[in-house]
């Protein structure tokens, strides 16, 4: 169990000025509060909205999830890989990403349908209030009743999941953005990592989707989990696609139905055409980013 610590004020006041989030074993840093604008214990996490050096900060289990700062490179990181690897982008499912903005994305890249899940309604609403990013409250109260383009779904993924294969439904792109897998750990949203789970997400794709998930950080001190997402996509899709955003410090793993040769020249081909122009990926970045460290593929390799 990893340890985190939120620093109250001297004076008694239940609101916290610090957040220390543990980066890894014996590694921390420390989040100054500015002003807390809503903290809550959801059914499921705790919430904290708060002002902070990087603009309005989402924490969630005191681990930071988005910041006004850099809220749209992680979230670009998040879709448009899968936008540029899938062979269409008209049917889209998200699971997770409260925000809203992975949502946007879709829509602005030419989504037609987009199934937006979050088991997590509280959190959902306290974003949609407080960040100036992603989701307004009108967005959830329409969403949520369907409209043409999208429905939101507060609902545990892995049951929406098998519905939708129960209906035979398929898409084009499923996003998995959730809080970090937690090795050795009995949290709830691990087993959305699981080989299991990208099988049945591997089942709902159409012969040219993809599945993006966000798979943590490659410094070597930290990628551990990072290995492990990667391997269980290599196990699991025809191909699996690295893509690290180095000015967001992240990665993701794409999932690719079908055999995917040359990742690279198809990104940047249909970069060409994408109806959005993302502002943190570009076809130069592409070359880099689809390269695995030498530390992290060293470490993938132990795993065959």
């Not at 990403?97 to 946007?104: A, F, L, M, R």
């Not at 892995?158 to 750990?185: C, G, K, W, Y």
Request: negative net charge; glycine residues 4%.
């Amino acid at each position: 169990m990893s340890r985190r610590v939120i620093r109250r004020t001297a004076r008694g006041d239940s609101r916290p000025t610090h957040i220390e989030e543990q980066l890894s074993s014996g590694l921390a840093r420390v989040w100054e509060i500015d002003e807390v604008v809503a903290a809550e214990r959801t059914a499921y996490q705790d919430v904290l909205i708060a002002r902070t050096a990087h603009g309005m900060t989402l924490f969630c289990n005191h681990e930071r999830q988005s910041s006004e700062l850099t809220q749209l490179i992680y979230h670009e990181g998040q879709f448009i890989p899968a936008a540029l690897l899938a062979g269409q982008r008209k049917r889209v499912l998200v699971i997770g990403s409260s925000e809203g903005v992975v949502v946007q994305l879709a829509l602005w890249c030419g989504a037609e349908h987009v199934v937006h899940v979050d088991i997590d309604r509280r959190c959902v609403d306290l974003c949609a209030e407080h960040l100036p990013y992603g989701y307004s409250r009108r967005d959830v109260e329409r969403y949520e009743k369907g409209t043409d383009t999208v429905q939101l779904l507060f609902e545990d993924g892995s049951a929406v999941v098998e519905r939708l294969r129960a209906e035979n439904q398929h898409f084009d792109i499923v996003v998995i953005d959730l809080p970090d897998e937690e090795l050795n750990s009995d949290q709830q949203h691990n087993r959305l990592y699981q080989r299991k789970f990208l099988e049945d997400l591997r089942d709902l794709l159409e012969p040219n989707g993809v599945v993006i998930s966000q798979a943590g950080c490659a410094s070597f001190w930290r990628n551990q989990t990072l290995a492990h997402t990667y391997q269980r996509f290599s196990d699991t899709f025809s191909s699996a696609v690295y893509f690290e955003l180095t000015e967001q410090d992240w990665v993701w793993v794409v999932g690719c139905n079908a055999a995917t040769p040359d990742p690279v020249v198809t990104m940047q081909h249909t970069l060409k055409t994408l109806p959005y122009t993302p502002h943190f990926i570009d076809s130069n970045l592409i070359v880099a980013a689809t390269v695995l460290p030498v530390g992290l593929r060293r470490r993938v390799s132990t795993y065959n």
